[in-house]
């Protein structure tokens, strides 16, 4: 009895966190009262133990480029490196870094990719690190759910949805390198 009843409160819990996150419009809002603390007890995933992600989310847009964010959580001894992405979305992904050129911040392809240090965390966010996703085959709307491939350096993969949230910021410019032909300019979205 006692124990049904605890069950019906954490659903009833689980609800409101999961209604509260939806309506929350702004990436950047402090992560929603939640009870769980993020570093409890090694929590095996059968997904992937190693490796998972917090909070992940796709800045909406109607075409062209968009970026994917959110932070990479290493729960093993050694580090994991991330040497490319892939998502239906888009058949072309890179990962992306931001740096200062000039004065102006724009990004880059990260060579190496994405480390996460043993035990550590790596964070993606606007103006920083970032999974980027050019000539997406579709509109990205908010609550979309897009799913992501990423794949390590030693071969494993790891997969994972990210939800797709409305976020104004992140105007860096794109700096060309190498062969890649950028046609197509995020300014309209990003109005
Ligand atoms: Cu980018």
């Given at each position: ?29 402090a992560a929603p009262a939640s009870?769980?603390?993020v570093s409890s007890a090694p ?76 035990n550590g965390s790596h964070e ?68």
């Open positions: 009895m006692s124990s049904r009843l605890a069950l019906s409160a954490f659903a009833v819990a689980a609800v409101l966190a999961i209604s509260s996150c939806g309506s929350q419009e702004t990436p950047t809002a009870s769980a603390p929590a095996p995933s059968p997904t992937g133990p190693a490796l998972s992600i917090t909070d992940p989310w796709i800045k909406t847009t109607e075409k062209g480029m968009t970026a994917a964010f959110g932070t990479l959580v290493n729960n093993s001894g050694s580090d994991i490196t991330v040497v490319s992405g892939a998502t239906p979305l888009s058949s072309m992904v890179e990962l992306h870094e931001v740096v200062e050129n000039d004065g102006k911040m724009v990004m880059q392809p990260k060579e190496g990719g994405f480390v996460i240090p043993a993606l966010k606007p103006g920083g690190d970032h999974i980027m996703l050019m000539s997406v085959s579709e509109a990205v709307k908010p609550g979309a759910e897009i799913e992501f491939t990423l794949t390590l350096k030693d071969g494993g993969t790891f997969t994972f949805t990210a939800l797709g949230k409305d976020f104004a910021g992140a105007k860096e410019d794109y700096q060309p390198g190498g062969d890649m032909n950028m046609g197509e300019e995020t300014d309209a979205d990003n109005g």
